[in-house]
Each structure stands twice: as structure tokens, then as C-alpha cells.
């Protein structure tokens, strides 16, 4: 029995050079010394873009090796005559000119049409950085919808996954940590409007000045076996499509070389997302696309990823705060509170933007570089309208001085004037805020 690397030897070590073999003939041979069908085709679609099998006549093939012509030998230059002299004209005979060595046999090249000629050489455009097992994150708090996931990663079955959610609330860290626990690889693909079939499959790429073609981060995760995260999946436009067949975890044609690529096991997608496909009638994410039916049946599952609750929410902020050594706990308590408050109010529609977890650990690092709690909350919200970040600013300073009780609620705190004028608003008898929750 041998394996796919010494097969080329057994070829040339057995076969007769002047035998043409069908495609069949090659598959049986290679069966009958142990290597699988499958793995029998892709080497010989393999060895037939690399020029070792040749098609000499239509169903026939030789081997590269022995089809190859024969290198013309170089002539002995003939030795040079001693000079033969003529006493009646005093001239000597020239001596013949050297014989030129002939010009080597090019490697084999496409060429289509009237294009430049194409090396059938492969490389990868996803370099072995890109695809990782991920370091864990000390500040990582498990919440949400990580335990599904972590159990879709590690079952190693194919099952497409999207996971969607507003922005900054964890998508994308939750698949991260989940591969880091389980040591798994994984790779992030960024989409956007501009993202293509070459991007993602692979292309043609000029390569100090020689064109090849390059796979794609894609291919590479179903030759690896890893972890395929494609981030922001709803930015996409129909150019996407391509990847339907990736997602019914069938081997894929590559409509470029020829060449048939299988998932290797364990691999999978997870697509993250902060819409459901359907764009976005709110007009948050203006960038978002509606997606193609067609392609979102071929997801599994889809996963919906909150933002997490204030006891949760505290612990992250917690932990990050312990990273920047920042030992200001009644900070990081006032700043969930307001931030709840902000979702509460954002979630009666009263207002249009929400502050994130992620932009509270932001906020979290400004302070441990300022050390001063409202100028690091400034310095983070600056994105928001005026309008917006002063309410956001006037709600903060009388949160801190208010009582928060056990559960983090809020003691006595009005909500800002800019809010509470909006009759969508839901306050009290004395026009402080009062939670719909």
C-alpha cells in the first residue's frame, strides 16, 4: 500500500514508457495499491494541471515525464583547426563558428485567447497568521447564546450557523472564545458591498511578475477543516451567492483551475450579523442588503444575540476594568445603571441611539488613561448628535448622583429634559423615568 506522494514514483518506476493509459486505467492502478477513488481523482486532476499526466490523443494519457521530448544534446564544439596558411595570398582559414546551445523547454502555461499566458502554479492568499486557534480572553464573561454555539463548534458537525444582534454586544467574541476554549481554527472573513467571488473562492493574482491563482480564505477553511466566521454577512451583495454550495458542506468546484475541493471534517460556518437578511427598516444599518431567501434556507440555525443583563453586563465591565488595574467599582456600577436606562428608553422608541457593551469598555480604557469618569464618557459618545450625546451626558451626571440599589436600579434619578419632554417617554407622576420592563 502506498499514499498519494509516492504514487508518481510508482508510475515512473513501473509503467512502460511507450503505454498510453485511460483516465480509467490510471484510477484502477491506483486503487489496486490502496489510495480511495476520491483520492485517486483529485490526484489526477492534481498531476494534470501540474503537466505529469499528459492527454496525447483523446481518452489517452502518458505520463509528463516520459511524454516530455528528450533534451536536444549540446554538440561538442569541433576543435579548432590549426590556421592553415597560403603563402601565395598570406590568408588563413577562419575558424568555424561555435554551435548554439539550444533554448530550454518552457514550463507549461495556460493561454486563453489573446489573454497573457496564466502558470498553472496555486498558492494561498491566507497566509498561516490568518488562520489560528485564538488566545483566550482573561476578560471574557460567558452570557447569551455562547453555550449553543460552543456545542455547534464542538459536535465538529457541518451546521451552518448566523447569528445576528445590534452591534458591540458580543457576536463576533462569542464565536472567537468559543474556538479558543475548544482549540479550535478559525479564520474571519470581513464582508462588504465591494466583497466578490475572488475575495472569497480565490483568483487570479499577479505574484512578482507571474499571474497564479490565488485561493481564497474560504477554500482554505474547508481544506483545513477550521472554523469559518464571516463577519457582517448582511453587508454583502448578491455576489455572496457564491457561496451556496459552501454551505450545503459538498465539495465545490473551483470554476477557475478545475479543481474539485472537498471539506475537510470539522469544518463549519458561522455568520455574524445586525439584521436577519431583511435590511434595515429603522435605518440603523443602512448598509445592511436584504439577502437572497435561497441562500439564508441553507443556514441551519439563526441565533439571536442580546445585549446582556445588568448583572452580566457588570461582570464584563468588571473584568476589564481589573485589566487597566482600575479599582473604581462604584464607576463601573453607575455606568451599567446608565446604560440600561438608555436601552430601556431606546427599547419604548423614545430614543434612536443605544449605547453598547462595547462602547462601555471603551469607555472603561478612556478612564484608566484619564482617570476622570465624565471626560472618558465625553470622549466615547463624541459619535452621537449633539442633541443625543448631551442628554446622554446630562443622564450620566445625575445617575452618579444618585443611590443605586441592590439590582442596580436607579434611586431618585429624573431622566434629562431632552427625554422627558418627548411624550413617547414613559415616566411617573413626578416626571421621573419609569422602566417599561
Known amino acids: ?111 486563453f485567447g489573446n489573454a497573457a499566458p496564466i502558470s498553472l502554479r496555486s498558492v494561498s492568499s491566507v497566509s498561516d497568521d490568518e488562520i489560528y486557534v485564538p488566545s483566550k480572553d482573561a476578560t471574557y464573561i460567558k452570557w447569551g447564546e455562547f453555550s449553543k454555539i460552543k456545542k455547534i463548534i464542538e459536535s465538529k458537525l457541518f451546521f451552518p450557523t448566523y447569528v445576528a444582534g445590534m452591534s458591540g454586544n458580543g457576536k463576533t467574541m462569542m464565536v472567537e472564545q468559543a ?22 473562492i480565490g483568483g487570479f493574482r499577479l505574484i512578482d511578475g507571474e499571474t497564479v491563482f490565488q485561493k481564497g480564505p474560504v477554500v482554505k477553511a474547508m481544506e483545513r477543516g477550521c472554523i469559518l466566521m464571516i463577519d457582517e454577512i448582511d453587508r454583502a451583495t448578491n455576489k455572496i451567492m ?105 427599547d419604548a422608541d423614545a430614543i434612536d441611539d443605544v449605547v453598547s457593551t462595547r462602547r462601555l469598555c471603551h469607555i472603561i480604557k478612556a478612564f484608566s488613561i484619564f482617570e476622570d469618569r465624565l471626560s472618558s464618557i465625553k470622549m466615547c459618545i463624541s459619535r452621537f448628535e449633539e442633541e443625543t450625546r448631551d442628554a446622554f451626558l446630562d443622564l450620566y451626571t445625575k445617575i452618579d448622583e444618585s443611590t443605586l440599589d441592590e439590582n442596580g436600579e ?13 411624550s413617547d417617554v414613559p415616566v411617573d407622576d413626578k416626571g421621573e423615568f419609569k422602566s417599561p420592563f
Open 179 to 200: 474556538c479558543a476554549i475548544l482549540e479550535r481554527e478559525y479564520v474571519r472573513v470581513q464582508v462588504s458591498p465591494e466583497t466578490d467571488e475572488d475575495d472569497l
Open 242 to 346: 457564491c457561496l451556496q454550495g459552501v454551505l450545503e458542506g459538498k465539495p465545490i468546484l473551483l470554476k477557475k483551475t478545475g479543481q474539485v475541493v472537498t471539506p475537510a471534517p470539522g469544518f463549519n460556518v458561522i455568520a455574524t450579523a445586525n439584521t436577519k437578511g431583511r435590511g434595515s427598516d429603522e435605518g440603523r444599518y443602512t448598509a445592511a442588503s436584504i439577502i437572497d431567501d435561497a441562500f439564508l434556507e441553507r443556514f441551519v440555525a439563526v441565533v439571536d444575540q442580546e445585549y446582556p443583563p445588568y448583572a452580566t453586563e457588570r461582570k464584563i465591565l468588571l473584568a476589564n476594568a481589573k485589566s487597566f488595574e482600575i479599582k473604581d467599582d462604584e464607576f463601573i456600577e453607575k455606568l451599567v445603571a446608565w446604560s440600561n436606562v438608555i436601552r430601556k428608553t431606546f
Open 410 to 422: 436607579i434611586i431618585g434619578a429624573p431622566t434629562p429634559p431632552s427625554m422627558a419632554e418627548n
Open 1 to 111: 500500500m502506498i499514499n498519494k506522494s509516492e504514487l508518481k514514483k510508482h508510475f515512473l518506476k513501473n509503467s512502460d514508457p511507450a503505454r498510453l493509459w485511460s483516465r480509467k486505467e490510471i484510477f484502477e492502478e491506483a486503487q489496486s495499491n490502496g489510495i480511495e477513488r476520491k483520492d485517486a481523482y483529485n490526484w489526477f486532476r492534481t498531476s494534470t494541471r501540474e503537466g505529469f499526466i499528459t492527454s496525447v490523443a483523446r481518452g489517452k494519457y502518458s505520463f509528463g515525464e516520459y511524454s516530455t521530448p528528450a533534451p536536444v544534446a549540446t554538440p561538442a564544439p569541433a576543435p579548432t583547426p590549426e590556421p592553415v596558411m597560403d603563402f601565395k595570398s598570406s590568408a588563413s582559414v577562419a575558424t568555424p563558428a561555435p554551435v548554439a546551445t539550444p533554448a530550454p523547454t518552457p514550463e507549461p502555461v495556460m493561454n
